[in-house]
């Protein structure tokens, strides 16, 4: 079956960078785009950053652009999220997360990782 | 940006009751709308794709419908397992947004 598993989380003070990880199996991972989504402590989803099956695109959401990198290697199965300048607001739960479908078409995200949690503090 | 907004942002119901959900998007994006069920310190499920369509494994009792700017998640007969909070996402545009979250309690 897809499984999905997140690791890298952990407290990190503010200004300095955190790797994250996602392994993948069950699937093809070379085949899908994917994605990570976060959601900080009691509030809502927010996605965070896509990248193409290829590695080739990759788009983020305004809060992280030049703070984070979204990478993939597809020969390891594994999906990174490069996180620097890490800020308090960046505290929250993250997941990846298995995109159906391209940006440019209808798109879902199934299944999710269990996710890790990543707190910014001094 | 297109903003998601859910309402109501939380509700109360018994079991048996039919629970609608409301999703409205600030700009038509079609039926580019999914919704996912999250339970508490667990990751979200895809229940609803392209707006109506129901994943595979997912009760019947959940239904959606909708296009444009507004949109409906219906559970048919609230159960004691759906209570959870309940998101809408658009896949119409990048970025990607989520609507804030609706809890329901049973």
């Known amino acids: 079956q897809v499984q999905l598993v997140e690791s890298g989380g952990g407290v990190v003070q503010p200004g300095r960078s955190l790797r994250l990880s996602c392994a993948a199996s069950?699937?093809?991972?070379?085949?899908?785009?994917m994605v990570w989504v976060r959601q900080a402590p009691g509030k809502g989803l927010e996605w965070v950053a896509l990248?193409?099956?290829?590695?080739?695109?990759?788009y983020y959401t305004d809060s992280v652009k030049g703070r984070f990198t979204i990478s993939r290697d597809n020969s390891k199965n594994t999906l990174h999220l490069e996180m620097n300048s890490l800020r308090a607001e960046d505290t929250a739960v993250y997941y990846c997360?298995?995109?159906?479908?391209?940006?440019?078409?209808?798109?879902?995200?199934?299944?999710w990782g269990q996710g890790t949690l990543v707190t910014v503090s001094s | 940006d297109i903003q998601m907004t859910q309402s109501p942002s939380s509700l109360s119901a018994s079991v048996g009751d039919r629970v609608t959900i409301t999703c409205r998007a600030s700009?038509?994006?079609?039926?580019?709308l999914n919704w996912y069920q999250q339970d508490p310190g667990k990751a979200p499920k895809l229940l609803i794709y392209?707006?109506?369509s129901l994943q595979s494994g997912v009760p019947s009792r959940f239904s959606g419908s909708g296009s444009g700017t507004y949109f409906t998640l219906t559970i048919s007969s609230l159960q004691p397992e759906d209570s959870a909070t309940y998101y809408c996402?658009?896949?119409?545009?990048?970025?990607?947004?989520f609507g804030g979250g609706t809890k329901v309690e049973i």
């Open positions: 997360a298995k995109m159906y479908g391209k940006l440019t078409a209808y798109n879902w995200f199934d299944p």
């Open positions: 069950g699937f093809t991972f070379s085949d899908f785009d």
């Open positions: 990248i193409s099956s290829d590695g080739r695109n990759k």
């Open positions: 700009q038509s994006i079609s039926n580019y």
């Open positions: 392209a707006a109506s």
């Open positions: 996402q658009q896949s119409y545009i990048s970025p990607i947004t």
